[in-house]
Every structure is written in structure tokens, then in C-alpha cells.
């Protein structure tokens, strides 16, 4: 008997006994269901996360400020006089808070370490409101915008960060407030961004808008993001009036490095800069550790899967040994004729096989049916603040490894009864009653 007339038969086998057959691939198809379900709820989350990293800032960008004198620890730090009144009267935008200003020769320090391929010192900045036309003004934040980082769009395109044009992405919250009658609407429209300079002045700001950002789990999609040209636009009428010295001093700085850097070089490049009294900060350091508490869920639920899988490898188990009980003198007769021992675990690990598969199949079907049902209507209701997650998404490859464990679960399990059927003597197999 050839390889492909053992399988075939096993095939034609599986639903001798219909009733047995399908309660185990019932069996199999809960753990088999749960799983894909688990898997896709981890897939559709990491999806949304690397997303947001996009979001957030560019893969090979770290966030510099400079590190605290000493650690404060939590609770409320210890009163130092010299250090408040320090902080206090420091230069730029970010004087009064717990940090060390950024300077000009601390951007060329950062530019001399070994590894850093840019320097940027990030603006921050303190826009009072946005108004379209004659309209009711805003308040609304200010985003940094580096380049290479994607805003999640609801309608337009990114902002040109070469471009000398006064363009803004506004937060898909302030279309209608602003007077505009929906996303498209509001594109190549011009609003005022007003803010109040170092004289106590106000100042105002007239750019155009080319797109409508969507939330974003980084947060990135609630303020507005101007290019680089209205960037230095608003923090030079920031600047009008200020100290000397305010407008060449910054809260932070955007460090780049090689983009096919090894974790290991990030690593190294992270301790050289704390060794220069630095702290660095990348976008994995901030989601990294949301990543990993998802990650660990996904497991557990993943673990509660298995377990229900290996419950129907009994089921598998106690199938298969009662088919070779039922086929004794089968088997018998089959060996008697010349068919080896091989051929027969070979048939009957094949019945188990074709067990899992049917189970994993279907189980897998109702699975990513039931996934994509509840993922789109909890993202259209609970989750409708998080536009663009799917919160239960499918990877062929995730999909593809649970057909295949759940296969060789099925395998394992019936080995057993398989290699008690080619064990079978076939003169006791035929005599069997």
C-alpha cells in the first residue's frame, strides 16, 4: 500500500463511528477556537501599538534632556535652595520645571558623541488658541513635529517639514468647533494660532491647514502638529521680548542615530550619553513596557488555549483506541497480507492527524468570524475613541502555527493507540472476538 493510499484510507476511517468523530473535533475546535481568538486580540493590539510608535516619533530618535542631579526617588523630594532658584531663573521656555535647559553648547556636546547622527533641540511651544476666520478661538496644544514621524490622518496629508509654507494638521475635534463642515472641508483653510510673547503681547500666526489627525493611543493626535516652518515661526514670536539668551535654550533634544543600529549599539550609545550627564529616552522605553504587559496577558490567555487542547488530546486518545479495538481483526487481516507495522501507525497517527486538522479548521473559521464581529462593534462603540485599532486582527503566519500545533498535539496523542495497532500480532488480531 503506498503512502498516499494510507492517508486516503485514514480519510475514509475518521467517520466510521460520525458521532465519536465529531464530539472530538468539538473537543478540539474550543481549544482551537480559543486560541485564534487570543492570538488575534494580541496580534490586533501590538498592530495598533506599532502604529502609534509611527505616531509617536521615528524608530531611530531618542528624546535627550538632561539627568537629574540625583535620584529623587518617589514621594516628595527634599527642598534645596540653590537648586529651586536655579531652575527657576533658567533661560527658555522650559524654566520652571524640575530640568536643566538644553544650551547651545550642550547640543554641540550631544553632536560630538560618538554614534549621534543629528542634533535638533526640540521648541517647545505655548499657543493660547486657534481661530478660523472671525470664528470663536481654541484653546489647543502644540505638538513637536519630527521628521519621519507619521500623524495618524483622518483626511489631507502630512506636513512637508521641507516645505517654507505655514501648513498645520488640526485634531479632528476642533473641525466643527472651528466652523468647518467636515474633515475635507477644513483642508487648505487658513487658521490664526495666537500666543503671547515675552512682552505679554499677543501674537498671531496665520497658517493653513493639510490635514485632520485622528487620536492616538500616543496622545500625538490631540494637539496640533505644524511643520518645521510654522515651528520656527511660532517660537520666534514666542521669543519677542524674552530675556537674552531664552531663545537659544530648550527643555530637550532630539538625538538620531544610525537607523541600522543593533540594540546593542542603541545600548551603547544610551550609556555614552549618561556618562555625559544625559538621559535618553527612545519610543520602545515608552511603549516598550505597555508592549510587554499585553504580551504577558496574551500568554496567559493563550495558556488557558492549550490547556484546553491537550483536554481533547484525550479525546483523541480514547477515539482512536476504541477504533483499534473496533478493527482488531482488520488490522489482522491487513498485516496478514503484508502490510507493515509502519503502515499501520502510519495510518491510524494519520486518522488522528486529519482529526486535528478538521478541528483546528473549523474551530479557526468560527474563530475569525466571531473576532471580526466583536472587533468592529466594540471599535464602533467602546473603542470608538481609538480610531484605526482593529482590536482583533489575523496574521496568516499566527493562523498557519496554531493549524500546525494543534496537528501535532493531535499527532502526539495518537501515537499511542497507534502504535498499540501496529504492535498487533495478526494471528491474535484475527482470532480476536
Not at 465529531?22 to 475546535?29: D, G, H, Q, R, S
Not at 475635534?173 to 515675552?198: C, I, M, S, W
Not at 537607523?259 to 535618553?280: H, I, K, M
Not at 496554531?402 to 496537528?407: D, E, G, N, S
Given at each position: 500500500?503506498?503512502?498516499?493510499?494510507?492517508?486516503?484510507?485514514?480519510?475514509?476511517?475518521?467517520?466510521?463511528?460520525?458521532?465519536?468523530?465529531?464530539?472530538?473535533?468539538?473537543?478540539?475546535?474550543?481549544?482551537?477556537?480559543?486560541?485564534?481568538?487570543?492570538?488575534?486580540?494580541?496580534?490586533?493590539?501590538?498592530?495598533?501599538?506599532?502604529?502609534?510608535?509611527?505616531?509617536?516619533?521615528?524608530?531611530?530618535?531618542?528624546?535627550?534632556?538632561?539627568?537629574?542631579?540625583?535620584?529623587?526617588?518617589?514621594?516628595?523630594?527634599?527642598?534645596?535652595?540653590?537648586?529651586?532658584?536655579?531652575?527657576?531663573?533658567?533661560?527658555?521656555?522650559?524654566?520652571?520645571?524640575?530640568?536643566?535647559?538644553?544650551?547651545?553648547?550642550?547640543l554641540e556636546e550631544l553632536a560630538a558623541i560618538d554614534g549621534v547622527v543629528s542634533v535638533e533641540p526640540v521648541k517647545a511651544i505655548d499657543v493660547d488658541y486657534i481661530r478660523h476666520d472671525d470664528g470663536t478661538a481654541y484653546r489647543i496644544d502644540v505638538g513637536s513635529f519630527i521628521p519621519g514621524m507619521q500623524v495618524q490622518l483622518a483626511a489631507g496629508e502630512q506636513p512637508d517639514a521641507a516645505s517654507d509654507a505655514l501648513q498645520v494638521v488640526v485634531p479632528v475635534d476642533y473641525v466643527e468647533p472651528l466652523g468647518f463642515a467636515d474633515d475635507a472641508a477644513a483642508l487648505g483653510q487658513e487658521v490664526v494660532l495666537g500666543l503671547t510673547d515675552g512682552n505679554g503681547v499677543e501674537q498671531t500666526i496665520t497658517a493653513t491647514v493639510v490635514g485632520v489627525s485622528e487620536a492616538?493611543?500616543?496622545?500625538?493626535?490631540?494637539?496640533?502638529?505644524?511643520?518645521?516652518?510654522?515651528?520656527?515661526?511660532?517660537?520666534?514670536?514666542?521669543?519677542?521680548?524674552?530675556?537674552?539668551?531664552?531663545?537659544?535654550?530648550?527643555?530637550?533634544?532630539?538625538?538620531?542615530?544610525?537607523?541600522?543600529?543593533?540594540?546593542?549599539?542603541?545600548?551603547?550609545?544610551?550609556?555614552?550619553?549618561?556618562?555625559?550627564?544625559?538621559?535618553?529616552?527612545?519610543?520602545?522605553?515608552?511603549?516598550?513596557?505597555?508592549?510587554?504587559?499585553?504580551?504577558?496577558?496574551?500568554?496567559?490567555?493563550?495558556?488557558?488555549?492549550?490547556?484546553?487542547?491537550?483536554?481533547?488530546?484525550?479525546?483523541?486518545?480514547?477515539?482512536?483506541?476504541?477504533?483499534?479495538?473496533?478493527?482488531?481483526?482488520?488490522?489482522?487481516?491487513?498485516?496478514?497480507?503484508?502490510?507493515?507495522?509502519?503502515?499501520v501507525f502510519g495510518m491510524f497517527s494519520s486518522e488522528a492527524t486529519y482529526i486535528g486538522l478538521l478541528g483546528s479548521l473549523v474551530g479557526i473559521g468560527v474563530g475569525m468570524l466571531a473576532g471580526t464581529v466583536a472587533g468592529g462593534a466594540l471599535s464602533s462603540t467602546l473603542l470608538a475613541d481609538l480610531p484605526g485599532l482593529t482590536l482583533i486582527a489575523f496574521d496568516p503566519v499566527s493562523i498557519l502555527t496554531i493549524v500546525l500545533l494543534v496537528m501535532g498535539i493531535a499527532f502526539v496523542a495518537g501515537s499511542l493507540p497507534a502504535a498499540r495497532a501496529a504492535r498487533l500480532n495478526p494471528i491474535d488480531a484475527l482470532r480476536y472476538e
Amino acid at each position: 500500500m503506498k503512502t498516499t493510499d494510507v492517508i486516503a484510507s485514514a480519510i475514509s476511517n475518521t467517520f466510521r463511528s460520525k458521532t465519536r468523530t465529531i464530539l472530538t473535533i468539538l473537543a478540539i475546535f474550543i481549544g482551537a477556537f480559543t486560541l485564534t481568538i487570543t492570538t488575534g486580540l494580541g496580534t490586533g493590539i501590538n498592530r495598533y501599538i506599532d502604529q502609534t510608535v509611527a505616531e509617536i516619533g521615528a524608530g531611530d530618535v531618542m528624546t535627550v534632556t538632561h539627568a537629574p542631579a540625583e535620584d529623587a526617588g518617589d514621594g516628595p523630594q527634599e527642598y534645596v535652595a540653590d537648586q529651586v532658584a536655579q531652575q527657576r531663573t533658567a533661560p527658555g521656555p522650559q524654566s520652571g520645571q524640575s530640568i536643566d535647559p538644553i544650551t547651545a553648547s550642550d547640543l554641540e556636546e550631544l553632536a560630538a558623541i560618538d554614534g549621534v547622527v543629528s542634533v535638533e533641540p526640540v521648541k517647545a511651544i505655548d499657543v493660547d488658541y486657534i481661530r478660523h476666520d472671525d470664528g470663536t478661538a481654541y484653546r489647543i496644544d502644540v505638538g513637536s513635529f519630527i521628521p519621519g514621524m507619521q500623524v495618524q490622518l483622518a483626511a489631507g496629508e502630512q506636513p512637508d517639514a521641507a516645505s517654507d509654507a505655514l501648513q498645520v494638521v488640526v485634531p479632528v475635534d476642533y473641525v466643527e468647533p472651528l466652523g468647518f463642515a467636515d474633515d475635507a472641508a477644513a483642508l487648505g483653510q487658513e487658521v490664526v494660532l495666537g500666543l503671547t510673547d515675552g512682552n505679554g503681547v499677543e501674537q498671531t500666526i496665520t497658517a493653513t491647514v493639510v490635514g485632520v489627525s485622528e487620536a492616538g493611543l500616543g496622545g500625538a493626535g490631540g494637539s496640533a502638529s505644524p511643520n518645521t516652518a510654522l515651528t520656527d515661526a511660532l517660537y520666534a514670536a514666542q521669543g519677542v521680548g524674552a530675556p537674552a539668551g531664552q531663545a537659544e535654550s530648550y527643555g530637550s533634544a532630539t538625538v538620531r542615530f544610525d537607523p541600522a543600529s543593533t540594540p546593542e549599539q542603541v545600548e551603547a550609545l544610551r550609556t555614552d550619553l549618561a556618562d555625559a550627564g544625559f538621559q535618553a529616552t527612545t519610543v520602545d522605553d515608552t511603549l516598550g513596557a505597555f508592549k510587554t504587559v499585553i504580551d504577558g496577558i496574551v500568554l496567559v490567555l493563550n495558556a488557558f488555549a492549550i490547556i484546553a487542547l491537550l483536554a481533547a488530546s484525550f479525546g483523541i486518545v480514547n477515539t482512536l483506541f476504541m477504533s483499534v479495538q473496533e478493527r482488531t481483526r482488520e488490522i489482522g487481516l491487513m498485516k496478514a497480507m503484508g502490510m507493515g507495522s509502519g503502515r499501520v501507525f502510519g495510518m491510524f497517527s494519520s486518522e488522528a492527524t486529519y482529526i486535528g486538522l478538521l478541528g483546528s479548521l473549523v474551530g479557526i473559521g468560527v474563530g475569525m468570524l466571531a473576532g471580526t464581529v466583536a472587533g468592529g462593534a466594540l471599535s464602533s462603540t467602546l473603542l470608538a475613541d481609538l480610531p484605526g485599532l482593529t482590536l482583533i486582527a489575523f496574521d496568516p503566519v499566527s493562523i498557519l502555527t496554531i493549524v500546525l500545533l494543534v496537528m501535532g498535539i493531535a499527532f502526539v496523542a495518537g501515537s499511542l493507540p497507534a502504535a498499540r495497532a501496529a504492535r498487533l500480532n495478526p494471528i491474535d488480531a484475527l482470532r480476536y472476538e
